[in-house]
Every structure is written in structure tokens, then in C-alpha cells.
């Protein structure tokens, strides 16, 4: 530093006017002195203080104040393909300066530098320049370009709105830092060094984020996996973006009810969990953990039990993002489950696809007739009123009721209008484009289907220990944002 702190002192010198440099003194004449005396000594020490991209830039757009060196300098660093100035009018003679440094052999060629002035208040207007520039710098593929703005030069409204326009085209900003000597309030030369700035909203993430947790409000979670994961490389601190990675893609499995994916997954949100901290709230944190040890349960000896859950839950997920058939569905295989299951679990043994009616009844015999009856006055016409060879939703019903079970009662299954209006709810689910018809399902009867499959579930949990099942679906629900 010792050379440079000599070319300072005569740098100030001409400056005040004490020397003469090329016939003048002055501060046009010091500039004059800088840009041919010590601009390589700045830019060498400034290199090896920055931390300067890998990668070439195809174009640097820099703003401009009065005061051409920082775009100077800015360009002597990045070494970009192509150069936009952007200055007000008041400050137009530094372009001169810029376009005297920059255009000639071995940096850039006169069609390469170019230089636009804005009015300096005018946020929209600057805007607008940068977006001219880039759109016209698209790559053969239709791709637009890279680029960096230089917002140290200029005013600060014009640095602003410069920052702002990256922050919307996701460019990246880079700033000249300089240290500044108090009592003759300038720059002090070779003190420089550029600082590269990644978009705002890519370091902290919050509009990527909002982007991705509309994804995952909306249910798809294979989108929002994938662009979590994006964040995850780029966020300053990726913590909650990981853990939301994490439960998307469990989320994910679970709705596909892959059960083979589900442990692996489950064991990722927790690591995610654990390090997420405070990141993630205290309400989102314990709904998530109770997810995880009931979902831990379907492979258990609770399992078939906690499908019927499970198929409630997400029947109620995909009514809420109104996708109406394929909560019927799930309302439908509720209902089904409960019982089939509340017949099975009258007789050890019974199996509701190949059923003996003997460990049902010790009168096979009265049960067909009841079960015959009950068909009748529900208005069901079947050519073979015998007992089903196999046990669907309807005929464990009328099983049920043929064989005055509680449940029935408790879900209001009970008698020939109850079971008519059970079939023709059941009727829905059938006629619809993912069972046996081409009809979809409306909202008002998805609705009706999954009220009674809360009723009857609700019955078939009535006498197992622990809490309610209405707790339990609060529980499992799944977290739509945490915030």
C-alpha cells in the first residue's frame, strides 16, 4: 500500500489545486490522474478482496451518479460481455468517461456499451429500462440472459428501484463497499471491493416461499416437494423450507396411502422436525408428531382399524380442495370398512369375502329371512333374496340390521328408510366416473356421503378405549400452512 498511499497524497493534491497533472488541477483533472495512474493498483487489491463470480456475466447494467469510478471499477472487476449504463440527465458526462474507459481494444467493442438516462424518482421508469435491456439479450433458445446491476452509483431512489427491479426479474446486485475518510468525506482509493448480492428474494426466500406453500395448500405435493427443494439450496436458512420439503412428501404418501414410502418419509420429517426449531410453531409441531405415530399404526395390529380413520381423513382433504369424486370414494370405503369390520368383529373368524353365516347366527336359516324382509321393505327387488355370496356396504348393513346389532342405531342405520337412503348415498360413489358410472360427483351429495360416514364411523370407535374419534380426525388433519 505503501506506492498507492504515495499516489493518494498526489491524487489530493491535484485535487485542491496544489499540483499539476496533464495541464490541469482540479477534480476532473485528479479523475484524470486515477484513471490512468492508479485505477490498476485499485483493481487489483479490490479482486483480492472480493469474492467475484465463477461464471462470465453476459451483462453488467450499472447505475451511473456523478462520479463515473464506481462503474468503472464495477466493470474492470466483472469484465461483463456487454455494458448498460443508466444515468439521469443531470449526470450524463460521466457516460462520457465510462464510454472513453470501456470502449477499446481488449474490453468492449462501441455496439457492446450502451447507456440509457432515466428520470431519477421514477421507479417505473428505470424498471422498464432493465427489462428492455434483458428481454433483449434472450439467448437463441428464447432464454434471457444473465445480468448483475451495479446499484452503487446513482441516487438512492434510482439504487431503490434498481434493487426492486432485480428483486421482481431475479437478477442478481452487486454493490462497490468503500471505506471513507471522515475529514475530507471521500472514497479512500484501494480500499475497495465489490460485494455480489444474491436476489433478495431468493436469500430470504419469502415470496418463493409463499409460491410453494400455496402449492402445498392446494394438495399438490409432489409440486411443492420439488419447489421446496429448490429453496432448500438457495435460502440463507432452509430450515423450515426443509421440513416443509419433508412433509410434503410425506403428505404425499400418504394420500397415495403408499405404504412403503410412508416409514422412510416419516422418519425424514422428524429429522426435519428436530432441526427446524423455532421455525416451525409449537400447534404445527405436536399435529405433525401425532401424525406420525398414528400413521406408524397402519402396520400394526390396529391397523385395518385405523385405515377407517385414515380413509376419513382423507376423504375430508380432498372435499376441501373440492375434488368431490375422490372424497366420495374415501367417504365410501369408510362407510364400507365400519361395517365390514363391525361383522367381523361379531364373530371371530367371519370374513366378509368369503362369509360363514354359521358364526354369525345359529340360525342361518331366520337370518336369510330377516335379511329378506329387511331387503323388501327397503324396496330393494333382488331375483335371489339368499344371503350374499359376499359382503359389500349394502349387504352389511342389512346384515347388521337383520341381526339388531347396537350400531345400526347409533348410526342411524336402523329400519327400511334408513337403509334406503344409505343406498341411494351409496348410489353416488357408484355412478361416479372412478367406480361404475360416468357421472360426477356434486358437491351437495359429497357432502351428504361424507356426513354419514362421520355418523357411522363415529359408531363403530363408540366402545374402543382412548379419546373420541372426533379428536382424533381434528389430530390428523392436515397442517394447510404454518406461518
Known amino acids: 500500500m505503501g506506492k498507492l498511499d504515495a499516489k493518494v497524497g498526489r491524487l489530493r493534491s491535484i485535487e485542491a489545486g496544489r499540483e499539476v497533472y496533464d495541464g490541469g488541477t482540479g477534480r476532473e483533472y485528479g479523475l484524470r490522474y486515477y484513471l490512468a495512474e492508479m485505477l490498476g493498483d485499485v483493481v487489483g487489491l479490490a479482486a483480492a478482496r472480493s469474492e467475484l463470480p465463477v461464471a462470465s456475466v453476459p451483462l453488467l447494467i450499472s447505475l451511473v451518479g456523478f462520479s463515473p469510478v464506481t462503474t468503472i471499477l464495477s466493470y474492470e472487476l466483472l469484465r461483463p460481455d456487454r455494458l448498460l449504463a443508466v444515468t439521469s440527465v443531470q449526470a450524463e458526462e460521466s457516460v462520457d468517461v465510462i464510454a472513453r474507459h470501456v470502449v477499446a481494444d481488449g474490453r468492449l467493442r462501441p455496439r457492446d456499451f450502451r447507456h440509457r ?93 409463499e409460491e410453494a406453500l400455496q402449492l402445498f395448500a392446494g394438495g399438490a405435493f409432489e409440486a411443492a416437494r420439488r419447489r421446496y427443494q429448490s429453496l432448500c439450496d438457495s435460502l440463507a436458512d432452509p430450515r423450515r423450507a426443509r421440513f416443509m420439503r419433508a412433509l410434503a412428501d410425506f403428505y404425499r404418501a400418504w394420500c397415495d396411502l403408499d405404504l412403503t414410502s410412508i416409514p422412510d418419509c416419516a422418519q425424514a420429517v422428524e429429522i426435519a422436525l428436530r432441526q427446524a426449531g423455532t421455525e416451525v410453531s409449537h400447534e404445527t409441531a405436536d399435529r405433525v408428531e401425532g401424525q406420525l405415530r398414528f400413521l406408524r399404526t397402519l402396520s400394526g395390529d390396529s391397523g385395518r382399524d385405523h385405515f377407517l380413520v385414515c380413509y376419513y381423513v382423507l376423504g375430508e382433504h380432498y372435499r376441501e380442495l373440492a375434488r368431490h369424486d375422490f372424497a366420495a370414494l374415501l367417504y365410501y370405503r369408510t362407510v364400507e370398512g365400519c361395517l365390514s369390520r363391525r361383522l367381523e368383529r361379531l364373530a371371530p373368524g367371519f370374513s366378509c369375502e368369503r362369509p360363514d353365516y354359521a358364526l354369525l347366527s345359529d340360525d342361518a336359516e331366520a337370518l336369510r329371512r330377516e335379511y329378506a324382509k329387511l331387503l323388501q321393505h327397503a324396496g330393494r327387488r333382488d331375483p335371489d333374496p339368499g344371503l350374499p355370496h359376499s359382503v359389500g356396504l349394502m349387504d352389511a348393513a342389512f346384515l347388521l340390521n337383520a341381526l339388531g346389532d347396537e350400531l345400526t342405531e347409533r348410526a342411524q342405520l336402523k329400519g327400511s328408510k334408513a337403509l334406503s337412503y344409505l343406498n341411494r348415498l351409496a348410489s353416488t360413489r357408484n355412478r361416479s366416473v372412478l367406480a361404475h358410472g360416468e357421472q360426477a360427483v356434486t358437491r351437495a351429495d359429497c357432502e351428504s356421503l361424507g356426513r354419514k360416514a362421520r355418523l357411522v364411523l363415529r359408531a363403530y370407535w363408540h366402545d374402543r378405549p382412548g379419546p373420541p374419534v372426533d379428536d382424533l380426525i381434528g389430530e390428523l388433519r392436515f397442517v394447510r400452512a404454518d406461518r
Open 117 to 209: 438516462s432515466v428520470n431519477p424518482t421514477d421507479p417505473h421508469g428505470i424498471y422498464r429500462v432493465v427489462k428492455e435491456e434483458l428481454d433483449g439479450s434472450r439467448a437463441p433458445t428464447g432464454e434471457r440472459g444473465l445480468a448483475v446491476i451495479d446499484i452503487t452509483g446513482g441516487r438512492k431512489v434510482m439504487s431503490a428501484a434498481a434493487a426492486l427491479a432485480a428483486w421482481q426479474l431475479n437478477l442478481r446486485l452487486c454493490y462497490i463497499e468503500t471505506d471513507w475518510d471522515p475529514p475530507t468525506r471521500q472514497a479512500i482509493p484501494g480500499t475497495d471491493r465489490l460485494l455480489l448480492l444474491d436476489n433478495p428474494a431468493t436469500i430470504f426466500g419469502e415470496q418463493g416461499m
